[in-house]
């Protein structure tokens, strides 16, 4: 395949030319190619051609409770290559006292379908004897080099504090990469008890629970145990000012130590933030209808002065990675579960075919950050911290073929009712937004072009990767 008159951006700069890709990866890039016999030729005259985007924080076909996220992964997949999605990353959950080793592989069955690229986090929602030898295993002989760990939800996949130390020693000796939700769940829980036994139900509340305090409190002592033990952390989803300003000090402090010697230097912490907290507030919430379900997200949505925050974090470098924690649940027999008791409303929404186009409209479009820096949050910098630079996040020879033409002038209206989520919402019902893409290439096979997919089931591949530390 060659790709013609090429305005290619990535996150360190940006070139024009031809590329040619040949069996999955890119064989070259000129400024001028001659077309070979029998060889397919794509004119991206007009458009960008960026490296295709990593979601490093999806949630597809997710059991929570009583039902399951409505996007598996081939709905999800297809979604995300929709939206200039090539790559993403998905989470194993072992049952209580599974074996880690046989979860991922119940996992691997579930994500065959996918249709880009994929490869998986493990949980560690539960610690035991055994653990650290599974966490080891993972690491070095199935390729899955990044955890996650939760100190919300203590009744299901949540740990304490001394398991997740242990956790974080075994981080750091396995060189492996710890995500964390951070989020206080003693404090949740005692004001869910009180909001309930006060009669307020309706989904609304769901977001008065789960104050930025308590995110914040869990951002400081996760980040205390990362400087004890020396882990490498990647905090997910923050959502607030209070969030940022912990990731900001921790960061500057690891700056002021590295390479001088210290003896304690800081920890080595990355945030990210989702789509949702950057072009969404709390102002959903004002309404006691049970369609505000929708937006029952943990954390919830936060005030315009933390989405401001959040903008300038992402400006400043301190917020490293836009993801969109993608898992969906249709109002109506999933969300519904949660009528007259907020507390029973799965969390979650769609967002993985919307990612660029959000950020395109409300990033680059209002000046706040370039076309580099777009690229940086949505592909480079997610496929640098989960191991799989250089092959994806880059348009570069050698790199995979996962190309998006992408369109800055492209016009669509978001609404449930177009999108490719399995869904019967839309976080962004008829939101306008400008940039979208108009041909999708993985794996050097066109995938997507004008609105049109043309994706097989299990085309994709498992990314195993090594960590990136030893
Ligand atoms: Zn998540």
Redesign the pocket.
Known sequence: MLIRDAEIVNAGGRRHGDIRCREGVILQIEDRLTAEPGEEEIDAGGRLVLPGAVDP?V?LALEVAQTRSADDFLTGTRAAIAGGTTTILD?VHPREGQDYLEALSERREEASTAVCDWALHMAVSWWGEETAEMMRRCVQDEGVTSFKAYTAYQETVGIGDAELCAVMEQIHHLGALLMV?CEEDEEIQRRQRALIAAGRTAPRHHADARPCSAEVDAVRRVLGHARETAAEVYL??LSCQGSVAELARARRARAGTAGTGAASPGPLVHGETCIHYLVLDDSVYASDDFEVATYVLSPPLRSGADQAALWDALQEGVLEVVST?H?PFNLKGQKELGRGDFRRIPG?GAGIQDRLSLLWTHGVETGRIGPERFVELVSTAPARLFGLYPRKGEVAVGSDADLVLWDPAAERTLSARTHLHHCDRSLYEGFRVRGAPTHVIAGGKLVYAEGELRVEAGAGRELRRRPQRS
């Open positions: 924080h949630h989470f939700h997910v989803h924690d898992c979650g």
